[in-house]
């Protein structure tokens, strides 16, 4: 029987982690002859494979086993591909999205179908970020996609609505950004996007090293393209976070001053320099510690990094000004 629900997952090498996304499929309260799973493997990884195939395998002795497939991606070109190779191979008229990181809700497929009953083209749901009551700084930022608008982790749209937008635009090939674009294209196009808090996917903080927030600062130069494809949208629902981006600005130029100032032997300049940049750093640390653990190794790993980000961020901001050919702050 054909599905009227397909739910795209792209993974890429972490089959443990989609080995819990899957339970989470297993769990659902619908009728498993009514949906599918669809896996597009970025890493066309065996692993990955023969766990699909293994969760295959042990439901078809269920009375209703769980529908899912495996594809595998010849070459990387990032989640936005995976998952147009999934639209492409899904054989439901609703594709649902999650990530293999996250763990859907029982009900997440039967509360999403109650929002197109009601007329929805594209469902929103609410995305929980579970954290200690003293995060570290990386898990409380983690925890702003709690308060994203729309998250590709956990979204539904309506077949005729993904064709209308052209699907998901590849030259996002990281995870980020991609989904504001096709919030944006849908906007554009007049889709009727419903938000439901009860559409819930829950996406724990994975552990990480403590300078994957260095390693992050890349994904800044897709906001360029973000705003180069749409400037009215970017300006007005992209968060600004208090200010963040000024701050590293202000840091990154005041440095550059006191530096060029010490060449010149200007030396007032260059001590009113570094007065500034000491100044501005030292407020980014206590943001960034505000609120968050007190262990003495989460306040040097803050202390460090925050020297280096201001420099990374800015660095990828412009590096993408220049690749996209535009200018936006």
Not at 193 to 203: G, L
């Amino acid at each position: 029987m054909k599905p009227l629900v397909s739910v795209v997952i792209p993974t890429y090498r972490r089959p443990e982690l989609l080995g819990r996304c899957l339970e989470a499929m297993k769990r659902q309260r619908y009728a498993r002859t009514q949906f599918e799973v669809v896996v597009v493997d970025d890493g066309n990884d065996a692993e990955t494979r023969a766990l699909v195939e293994a969760v295959a395998e042990e439901t078809r002795r269920d009375k209703e086993p769980l529908q899912v497939r495996y594809l595998g991606q010849p070459v990387r070109r990032g989640p936005a591909a995976a998952r147009n190779r999934g639209c492409r191979e899904a054989r439901g008229w609703i594709v649902g999205f999650t990530d293999d990181d996250c763990i859907p809700a029982e009900d997440w497929i039967l509360n999403a179908l109650d929002a197109f009953v009601e007329g929805a083209d594209v469902v929103s749901g609410k995305l929980k970020v579970p954290i200690s009551e003293r995060p570290t700084d990386y898990e409380r930022t983690a925890a702003f996609m709690e308060s994203a608008e729309f998250v590709t982790a956990n979204c539904f749209c309506l077949r005729s609505a993904l064709e209308q937008v052209g699907g998901f635009e590849e030259s996002f090939d990281i995870a980020w950004r991609e989904d504001s674009d096709f919030q944006f294209k849908c906007i554009k196009c007049a889709l009727r996007i419903v938000r439901r808090n009860d559409v819930q996917v829950e996406h724990p903080v994975r552990p990480t090293a403590w300078w994957a927030c260095l390693k992050d600062e890349q994904k800044n130069r897709y906001d360029a393209l973000l705003y180069k494809r749409h400037p009215d949208l970017f300006r007005e629902r992209i968060p600004t976070y208090g200010g963040l981006v000024t701050i590293y600005y202000v840091i990154v130029l005041s440095f550059l001053l006191a530096m060029l100032a010490t060449l010149a032997e200007l030396e007032y300049i260059a001590f009113y320099g570094m007065m500034l940049w000491s100044a501005f750093t030292l407020v980014l640390i206590i943001r960034r510690l505000w609120g968050t653990t007190r262990s003495l190794s989460h306040l040097v790993q803050v202390m460090i990094t925050s020297l280096v980000t201001p420099f990374l961020s800015v660095y990828w901001r412009l590096y993408g000004a220049f690749k996209y050919r535009t200018f936006y702050w």
